[in-house]
Structures are given as C-alpha cells and as structure tokens.
C-alpha cells in the first residue's frame, strides 16, 4: 500500500487532534506542519538529486577527454546564468576534480568568484577564487579580469585604499591593457582624493592627462584636477587647466562644471558681478540647479551690500567628488 503523501489533507472530515511532546495540536495544526515537513523533505530530496546528477556526470566525465569537460563546464555557465548559483557551483568544482589546473580550471576558478561576488555577496570568498586565477595563470585568458575583480573589491568593500592603489597599479603594469589603463590611472587619483592627500591626486591626474590625451578618462581628469585647484586657493592654475581644456574638449560634457568652477574663483576674488554673469549663463545647462540658484541669490545679496566676504557653501549643496 502506498504511504499517503505529508502533503496531502486527511480524508475524514472529523476535527482531529495529536499529542506531540505533550501538546495538543488541532488537524489545522496538523496540515501546515506537514506542510512545512513536507516542503523541508522535498528541498532536501531535490540537493540529494541535484548531487546525484553532479556525480553522475563527473563518472561519466572521468577518462572521457576534454570533450567531456568541457560539457560539462557548459552546462555549469547555463546554471549560472539562470541563476541557479548553488547548482552550478557544485558543477564548477565538479570541473576541478576531473581537470585541477589549465585553462578548465582557470575558467571554473573565475565563474565561481562572480557566482560568490555578484550572485551570493560573499566577498572574501570571491577574492580567494580570483587570486587562485591570478596565481595559477598569471597570464592567462581571465586572469585580466580577476586582477580587476581583486581591485574593485579591495577599494569598495574592503576599503583599504593603499591596497587598492597596488592592485589597480599593477593591472597598469603587469597587463598589456593600454585600452583599459587610463580607466585603472584615474581610479588610483580618486583615491589619493579620497585619502585628502590632494598633492598626490594632482600628480596621478596629471600622468593620467600627458599619457592618454584626448581619452574619456582624461577630459574627466582635467575637471577634478580644476576642482581640487579651486578648493585649494590656486585659482591661477585652475585657470590654465581650464584653458588647456578648452584646447582638447571644446564640446565636453564637463564643459558647464568648468565654467561653475571659474566663476567662484571669480567670486571668491571679489569679482562678483562677473561672477554673477558667468553663473547666469549657466541657467538651464548646468547640472546642479539648486546650488546654481544659490550661489546666484548669495552673490545678488553680496552685491546689494556692497560687501565682498565669501560665504561658505553648506555641505548638502556641496558637488560630488571623485569616486
């Protein structure tokens, strides 16, 4: 005779009632239990499949050839990519039981510390996998990509920022990127800014601008480093960056933050009203509307009493910085 299902509700429709470890449970009670046992039974029987099926293809991968693990790398990143992040993490290191180093494993390594990095949140799990990469084929086809894992998780969650600097230098140096260098360069100035070791963020946005002119990264390089300029009283250097940059991006998106950061040096000169006029001509362009309205409205009350003290900007109104 087959056993009645746990999930399945009692025939008799008669109130029914147990006693389990002295309590009286009502056949309502009875039902979501076995509901819930019921559940619990069916994920455990589904991990003791989904291992079955692992082993069962790593028996019929072994002393089968590439070919073989190679089928069954595949259907790792198709679990991946659904989302099944445990199932293919399983099959992942089904993968470095049969083919424990080459280029299998270097790939198999990288997915599972993008599974435990993006997929799961473990951080220091993933960094462990993609030093493994780094350190088995330091110049293999993913180690690029482990190296910069390794970076971003050091800076953003981490937060040492001297190691940070060491692994975003060494994907300059060690790695024949140069696409992707200015990108790693303007990374290591925000975060001399973020230590408020300015000197030094000047120096790297600096080598950044003179080794990948005309780059993305460097029209961006110019600004910070006129900000940093302004915020430090050097209004006549901000000004020749800025007239450098008006030399290579004379259509740059960064163009209305230029002009916001001429006007207050002009400002804190005590040339208001051609601060004034430059902040006007920004109305509608500039991408901060309510600290353009301030400074306007601050300068207007300067004007009308004559008088030429700064005023400092509170921090809610303050720009973003480097990230």
Not at 48 to 69: N, Q
Not at 264 to 282: H, I, P, V
Request: with cysteine.
């Amino acid at each position: 005779m087959e056993p009645s299902s746990p999930l399945a509700p009692q025939d008799d429709n008669k109130r029914l009632s147990v006693i389990l470890n002295g309590t009286k449970w009502s056949e309502e009670s009875v039902f979501r239990f076995n509901n819930v046992t019921g559940t619990m039974l069916l994920k455990i029987r589904f991990r003791i499949i989904s291992h079955i099926a692992v082993y069962v293809l790593l028996l019929t991968t072994l002393g089968c050839g590439d070919s073989r693990v190679e089928g069954l790398l595949l259907r790792a990143n198709e679990e991946w990519v659904q989302g099944r992040n445990h199932s293919a993490i399983e099959l992942f290191n089904a993968v470095l039981e049969i083919a424990p180093s080459g280029p299998h494993a270097e790939e198999s390594l990288y997915r599972l510390g993008e599974i435990y990095y993006f997929g799961l949140g473990e951080t220091t799990k993933a960094i462990s996998y993609f030093q493994e990469v780094v350190n088995i084929r330091p110049r293999g086809e993913f180690a690029y990509g482990a190296q910069k894992y390794i970076a971003e998780i050091v800076e953003l969650n981490f937060r040492d920022l001297d190691q940070a600097i060491i692994e975003y230098q060494k994907l300059i140096n060690e790695y024949k990127k140069p696409e992707e260098h200015p990108e790693q360069q303007f990374r290591i100035a925000a975060i001399y800014f973020k230590k408020h070791n300015y000197e030094q963020a000047l120096v790297e946005f600096d080598i950044l601008v003179e080794s990948y002119p005309r780059n993305p990264w460097s029209e961006e390089a110019y600004l910070r480093s006129t900000e940093i300029l302004h915020n430090m009283e050097r209004c006549a250097e901000a000004r020749e960056k800025y007239s450098q940059f008006r030399v290579l991006y004379p259509k740059s998106t960064f163009s209305g933050e230029m002009e916001f950061v001429m006007a207050s040096c002009l400002e804190e000169e005590g040339k208001l009203k051609l601060a004034y006029n430059r902040f006007k001509s920004l109305e509608g362009d500039y991408k901060y509307p309510a600290l353009l309205k301030m400074k306007l409205e601050g300068i207007e009350g300067r004007i009308k009493k004559g008088g030429k003290s700064r005023r400092k900007i509170p921090k809610r109104y303050r720009k973003d910085t480097p990230s």
